[in-house]
C-alpha cells in the first residue's frame, strides 16, 4: 500500500505564496516514472476537485481553469516527491488539499483513475 504525506499547507493572504508538497511514506517505493500524480482539493460540503496533475516523466502537466497560470506542479523522480507551487492565492483557493497517485498516466484530472490518497493538508487564504 502507497501512503503519501503532504506537507507546506497553512495560512496565507490573498496575493502570498505557498508551496505544497508530497512524498511516500514508504522509503523504498518509488513513484517515481510508476505512477500519474494529482493534486485536488476540498472545502466543506464540496466534491473533492482536480487542480492539478502531472504525467509519469514529467512531460505532461494538466490544471483546472481555476488556478492556470497561478499554479505550477512539479516532480522530482529522484527524490520520490511532488511539488505545487501555489501563487496569487485567492480566499477562494481554501480547502484541504489532497495528493494522489494513479497507475494510469491519462485521464489525470478525473478522481476515479486515482488509486492511493494523502491526508490532505490544509490551506487558508485570508481576504
Known amino acids: 500500500q502507497v501512503q503519501l504525506e503532504e506537507s507546506g499547507g497553512g495560512l496565507v493572504q490573498a496575493g502570498g505564496s505557498l508551496r505544497l508538497s508530497c512524498a511516500t511514506s514508504?522509503?523504498?517505493?518509488?513513484?517515481?516514472?510508476?505512477?500519474?500524480m494529482g493534486w485536488f482539493r476540498q472545502t466543506p460540503g464540496k466534491e473533492r476537485e482536480f487542480v492539478a496533475a502531472i504525467s509519469r516523466n514529467g512531460g505532461r502537466t494538466y490544471y483546472a481553469d481555476s488556478v492556470k497560470g497561478r499554479f505550477l506542479m512539479s516532480r522530482d523522480n529522484a527524490k520520490n516527491t511532488v511539488d505545487l507551487q501555489m501563487n496569487s492565492l485567492k480566499p477562494e483557493d481554501t480547502g484541504v488539499y489532497y495528493c494522489?497517485?494513479?497507475?494510469?498516466?491519462?485521464?489525470?484530472?478525473?478522481?476515479?483513475?486515482?488509486?492511493?490518497w494523502g491526508q490532505g493538508t490544509q490551506v487558508t487564504v485570508s481576504s
Open positions: 514508504r522509503r523504498t517505493f518509488s513513484i517515481g516514472n510508476t505512477y500519474g
Open positions: 494522489a497517485a494513479s497507475t494510469f498516466d491519462y485521464n489525470l484530472g478525473t478522481r476515479s483513475v486515482y488509486n492511493y
